[in-house]
């Protein structure tokens, strides 16, 4: 059986089998993501009319903050896709996936879920110091202003406004 002669650089059989930085978008790749996030934010809708009512006829109930990100993430996602659906070739193409990030993402969400079973646990102040000192180590984040006085001002942030604000027990 003969062999299959080897194109030489520049023939076509040498253009197709190299990765070239104008692969073409895929509508349904870009799609996906929009579509996760519609599903999300119904699912999201749903769960929180399963929350009670508060006694009181205040303007806010326990329902308006997740209530609220469940209709912003439903219109982001209905803008997404349309401008996805509306405009396929727009932007950059993503590079193709390593093996280096893959990892990085099993790691972030690892982190993550850490973080939850960690909350039980530790006081919130420290558990979330630790969880965003380690997201910002694994994105990259070098250096004490990043892996230092980034988590401990975002904590204390998120502590102001969900512990002493709105009086969430965290």
């Known amino acids: 059986m003969p062999a299959a002669p080897i194109p030489a650089p520049g023939e076509s059989g040498a253009a197709e089998a190299a990765p070239g930085p104008s692969r073409p978008r895929s509508r349904l790749r870009e799609l996906v993501p929009a579509l996760a996030g519609l599903a999300l934010g119904l699912a999201v809708l749903v769960l929180t ?3 009670p009512e508060g006694a009181g006829l205040t303007g806010f109930s326990p329902r308006w903050w997740p209530e609220g ?3 912003l993430l439903i219109v ?3 803008v997404h896709a349309a401008l996805s659906w509306a405009r396929p070739g727009a932007g950059e193409a993503p590079s193709e996936a390593t093996r280096t990030g893959a990892l990085r993402l099993v790691s972030l969400v690892l982190t993550i879920l850490g973080y939850g079973v960690l909350w039980y646990f530790i006081d919130f ?4 110091v630790v969880l965003f000192a ?3 180590y694994l994105t990259g ?3 004490w202003k990043a892996l230092l006085v980034f988590p401990v001002v975002t904590t204390g942030v998120l502590y102001l406004l969900f512990g002493v604000l ?3 027990p965290l």
Do not use: E, H, K, Y
Request: glycine share 10%; net charge positive; charged share 15%.
């Open 125 to 128: 102040r420290v558990s979330t």
């Open 76 to 78: 982001l996602s209905v």
């Open 141 to 143: 984040g070098r250096g």
């Open 134 to 136: 380690a997201l910002t």
């Open 166 to 168: 709105l009086r969430v």
């Open 69 to 71: 990100l469940a209709l």
């Open 49 to 51: 009319a399963q929350i």
